[in-house]
């Protein structure tokens, strides 16, 4: 053990040893997460545009010619049934991942942060914030999102002021012949109409409606922040792991033969060729820190203005005049989508985490 209580590194990775290659995974890594977050961002840009639909269909078209037709029905029928069906494979793969993220935390971080004496309450924190996490999942998988049927179309009819640009009156839907009440969308994957429709998420494998949109957001919300958190703990035991053993004092023999100090780069390959599992981990908890952090900042100004992620997508295209279930004269001005549903921030959260037409229904059942 070195002074302070912290675990000793094995003598032959010391970094003065000369026998460190050099590594470009650092600069692999950075391009990676680069491309990420600029793909992750231009989709976005690009969802609201025709841009997207036009690479899409252009790079089918393109690995038609290359792939076997019998390869492209197979990759078809498959992404069909992940993402056009409801299954639980997505609630499997999240279970496993998030399984395997606690496991490596408490094998590898958990152990060295004790014997460096840190808080308590900051290693606990992340299996306290999993088992909120986990509750909060249950309950956006398993809570009925706002399903219209015959017995409530009445009532959901009056929740919501029908815009008559994205939402007009006396329409119905083709599939289930009910009369659409405002903000309500059919989904495809669990057909059925659903209440104030947000989305439908594969990882819980139910939409995201009026009566379950709360539990998303707190279970989405308790996942950033344990990604976050984990992050922190790792960095921070890394650092002080560094400082302890004054391993940036340290000097090393480039590919010259020439002593050269320790920089920030090569001491991060230095501890990747120390702790890989460690540094792997936060490496991989930092890229979901940042997805699900951008995410759920979305999501929040989404519940912020009182939108719904439908809404949002077809904002820019809700004019008049385009609307195919209502006839317009030619001379009709074209009218842009306004959110008419927004009445302040507070408002506007009250309305997600306390939906009125929920506790309306469940009196008017009782």
């Known amino acids: 053990m070195l002074e302070g209580g912290m675990p000793e590194l094995p003598p032959e990775n010391y970094p003065n040893a000369g026998n460190i290659p050099r590594m470009d995974f650092l600069v692999l890594f950075l391009s990676y997460l680069a491309l990420v977050l600029i793909g992750g961002v231009m989709i976005c840009i690009c969802s609201k545009t025709h841009y997207l639909k036009g690479l899409v269909r252009g790079g089918a078209q393109i690995f038609s010619y290359i792939i076997p037709e019998c390869l492209q029905r197979a990759m078809l029928g498959l992404l069909h049934y992940l993402f056009h ?33 840190f808080s308590s309450y900051y290693l606990f924190l992340p299996y306290l914030l999993l088992i909120v996490n986990l509750f909060f999942f249950t309950l956006s998988c398993v809570t009925d999102p706002g399903t219209i049927t015959k017995a409530n179309e009445l009532l959901f009819l009056q929740v919501y002021e029908f815009d008559e640009v994205m939402f007009p009156r006396n329409v119905r839907c083709s599939t289930c012949d009910l009369r659409k009440p405002a903000r309500s969308k059919h989904c495809s994957v669990c057909d059925r109409c659903v209440h104030r429709f947000d989305h439908h998420c594969v990882w819980v494998n139910n939409c995201i409606g009026a009566w379950n949109a709360r539990f998303f957001l707190v279970y989405l919300l308790t996942l950033t922040a344990s990604a976050a958190t984990m992050a922190i703990v790792s ?81 820019d295209r809700a004019w008049c005049q385009h609307c195919p279930h209502v006839a317009r004269p030619l001379s009709a001005k074209p009218q842009v989508y306004r959110n008419i549903h927004s009445h302040g921030l507070w408002s506007n959260l009250r309305e997600i985490f306390l939906p009125a037409a929920a506790a309306h229904y469940e009196r008017k059942k009782k």
């Not at 999240?94 to 942060?113: A, K």
């Not at 035991?237 to 940036?248: A, E, Q, T, W």
């Not at 920030?264 to 991989?284: A, E, S, W």
């Open 85 to 117: 069906t409801r299954n639980h494979t997505f609630i499997i793969l999240h279970l496993i991942l998030q399984g395997m993220v606690y496991t490596e935390y408490t094998w590898e971080i958990f152990g060295y942060c004790q014997e460096l004496e």
């Open 235 to 315: 960095t921070v035991f890394l650092v002080r792991l560094v400082v302890l053993s004054d391993l940036y004092l340290e000097t090393y023999v480039d590919d010259l033969g020439h002593f050269q100090v320790i920089d920030t780069i090569f001491l991060i390959q230095y501890m990747f060729l120390t702790f890989p599992r460690i540094v792997f981990l936060l490496g991989f908890v930092l890229v979901l820190s940042f997805l699900l952090g951008g995410y759920l900042c979305f999501a929040l100004y989404l519940a912020a203005t009182n939108q719904t992620t439908n809404e949002w997508y077809r904002g």
